[in-house]
T-cell receptor, first 112, second 115 residues
Framework: GENVEQHPSTLSVQEGDSAVIKCTYSDSASNYFPWYKQELGKGPQLIIDIRSNVGEKKDQRIAVTLNKTAKHFSLHITETQPEDSAVYFCAARLYNFNKFYFGSGTKLNVKP | DVKVTQSSRYLVKRTGEKVFLECVQDMDHENMFWYRQDPGLGLRLIYFSYDVKMKEKGDIPEGYSVSREKKERFSLILESASTNQTSMYLC??????????????FGPGTRLLVL
C-alpha cells in the first residue's frame, strides 16, 4: 500500500510569515493529493487539493506544489493569520482505489 | 453543503461493553469511511463501504465491525470495548468510484473513552 510521511509535526510562525508543510508518498500510482485543516473539536475540512497532472495550484493565500519525480508535495500558506492555527493533514489516493492514506499531521501555531 | 453527522460528540463506556457509533450523510454519497485519530498517528482507516451492505477492511479492523443497511448511514461497532480503543473516531463520506472518487467530507468526530 501507500505510505505518506509528513513534516514537521509542529510548526510555529509569527503572524504574517509564511508556513510550509511537506509530505512524501511512496507509491507512484497515487494521483490525487488533498490537504485538510482540522480545528480544535472539529473534523478535518478540505482546504485545497491537487491532481497528478498539475504541478501547482493556488487559492488566495494557500498553494500546493507537487513533484511527481521526487514523490513529494507541499502546502504553502502565505501571510499567516492567527485563525490559520490548526492541525493540517496531507493525504494521497492511489489511482483507482477508494482509500486515502493520511500523513500524521502538522500542528501549526501562528503567534500574533 | 455536504453534511456528515455523528450520533455523539463524547462517549464514556466500560471495558467489555458493546458500543455503537452512528454516522449519517445527507449527500447521497456512495462511499463511507470510519477512521480513528490518535496523537502522532494521523488518521487510520478502520473500515469503509462503497455501497449498501458492502464493507471492506481498512488498515486496523481488529476489534471492530460495521453495518451499512441504508446508503446514508454507516455504523461502527465495538463488539467488546477495550481501553486501547479510547480514541477520536471520525466518519467520512465521498462520491464516486476508484479514480473518479472525489474528496472525503468528515463529520465532527466522536471522542470515546473506555474505562
Amino acid at each position: 500500500g501507500e505510505n505518506v510521511e509528513q513534516h514537521p509535526s509542529t510548526l510555529s510562525v509569527q503572524e504574517g510569515d509564511s508556513a510550509v508543510i511537506k509530505c512524501t508518498y511512496s507509491d507512484s500510482a497515487s494521483n490525487y493529493f488533498p490537504w485538510y485543516k482540522q480545528e480544535l473539536g472539529k473534523g478535518p475540512q478540505l482546504i485545497i487539493d491537487i491532481r497528478s497532472n498539475v504541478g501547482e495550484k493556488k487559492d488566495q493565500r494557500i498553494a500546493v506544489t507537487l513533484n511527481k519525480t521526487a514523490k513529494h508535495f507541499s502546502l504553502h500558506i502565505t501571510e499567516t493569520q492567527p485563525e490559520d492555527s490548526a492541525v493540517y493533514f496531507c493525504a494521497a489516493r492511489l489511482y483507482n482505489f477508494n482509500k486515502f492514506y493520511f500523513g500524521s499531521g502538522t500542528k501549526l501555531n501562528v503567534k500574533p | 453543503d455536504v453534511k456528515v453527522t455523528q450520533s455523539s460528540r463524547y462517549l464514556v463506556k466500560r471495558t467489555g461493553e458493546k458500543v455503537f457509533l452512528e454516522c449519517v450523510q445527507d449527500m447521497d454519497h456512495e462511499n463511507m469511511f470510519w477512521y480513528r485519530q490518535d496523537p502522532g498517528l494521523g488518521l487510520r482507516l478502520i473500515y469503509f463501504s462503497y455501497d449498501v451492505k458492502m464493507k471492506e477492511k481498512g488498515d486496523i479492523p481488529e476489534g471492530y465491525s460495521v453495518s451499512r443497511e441504508k446508503k446514508e448511514r454507516f455504523s461502527l461497532i465495538l463488539e467488546s470495548a477495550s481501553t486501547n480503543q479510547t480514541s477520536m473516531y471520525l466518519c467520512a463520506s465521498s462520491r464516486g468510484r476508484g479514480f473518479r472518487q472525489e474528496t472525503q467530507y468528515f463529520g465532527p468526530g466522536t471522542r470515546l473513552l473506555v474505562l
